[in-house]
């Protein structure tokens, strides 16, 4: 993979929205470290004049997310940048070294800082540590404290922007007390900067955070894709969606316990989003059938419910969904999510952005359904150039 510097660009392109479309979504699932690769695609987006006006996000997607929505167009990229180079600007290594197994040496060790040291601008260790500290401390639930995030969410998103001006946002937590999923949607929430670190508090690494008078996880520990959110809320607007998936369902079988491991996380933290579309584009296909019977009913035969039903099929939205998927390297491990180096990043914000535009190369993916609110799944995106 290219270990250089992460492409540039002076200007954003014009708004280039395919015929049809009404809104564009961008859904960033969880995954830590990974969560650079959703800057390059990001980046490519923006190149393309395909801006999104909906964000929602888990865990580090609800970051990337928060700097995005929280920003006019014209800082957006700069100050997504900023964030990824804030909290990989720890130095790790003299060189990034060539081959796998010396690569796989060189993220171990960036991964052991991690958990060491923690990472600039985003998490410090606990001292003491949890498992000395008395039952009821402030240290006794978490293995870091993540302070150093609150300051980097003020210096880098305008809240008053994301409130107002910017793009929709939705970020999803779990209350830890009723174990029910919530999302904070600024459509009727007023997003502040702990509602983003409540999606991003992963237990037992980070603490629950606290809104209002509930106590909030990260949103990956019940579902790592906010992409459901999205599909409950489509409405009757047209909508293009980019799913940016950081952990991938489908993988090869492990040859070591290193890969169990690896393995292991992706499919906890792919939350079946295959699944998730699958079932929402049957759900989506049996409405357009049941309109098309109602169609062919008489009118003075239709109940009032009936009718009432067959207005609201009437306005069915089309979908285009893109479905983008981080694929591992061979030589990262199982600590792939934390491992923070610079290298690392690098690798991941070049791969989100090649993978991209290899995509967006398809100019009939880039394309609303011909069929009046029919649906269209693209999710194959590796393409020879």
Partial sequence: MDRGPLPSRDQPATAARPPGCDRIALVLQ??????????????????????????????????????????PLERRL???????????????????????????????????????????????????????????????????DNAPLYQTLRDLVDFDYLNSNGPRYACGSVNVRSGNFVYFDSIE????????????????????????????WDGGVVSNTPLQH???????????????????????????????????????????????????ARDHEQKLLIRRLLDKVPEAALTDAEIAMKADLAKQPGITLLHLIYRQAPYETQAMDYDFGAASMREHWNSGYRDTQATLRHQDWIAMPLEDGGIVVHDVHHIAS
């Fill in 30 to 71: 969880g995954g830590g470290a990974l969560g650079a690769y959703q800057g390059g695609v990001y980046q490519a987006l923006h190149e393309a004049g395909l801006e999104p006006n909906w964000i929602a996000g888990v865990s580090i997607g609800s970051i990337n997310g928060a700097i995005i929505a929280g920003n």
């Fill in 189 to 216: 929430t007023m997003i502040e900067p702990m509602h983003v670190m409540a999606s991003g508090a992963l237990p037992p690494a980070l603490p629950m955070m606290q809104v209002g008078t509930d106590w909030f």
């Fill in 230 to 280: 999205v599909f409950d809320n489509l409405g009757n607007t047209s909508t293009m969606i980019f799913q940016v998936d950081l952990f991938s369902a489908s993988g090869k079988l492990p040859r070591d316990m290193g890969d169990v491991l690896a393995r292991q996380k992706e499919i906890q933290y792919s939350s079946r989003t295959r699944l998730v579309t699958d079932v929402y």
């Fill in 78 to 144: 700069e100050r997504l940048r900023q964030f990824w180079d804030t909290v990989t600007a720890r130095p790790t290594a003299l060189f990034v070294p060539d081959g796998d197994e010396a690569r796989r040496l060189a993220n171990t060790w960036s991964s052991t800082l991690t958990m060491t040291l923690g990472q600039p601008g985003f998490f410090t260790p606990n001292v003491p540590n949890p498992w000395l500290s008395p039952r009821g401390t402030a240290t006794a639930t978490s293995f870091y």
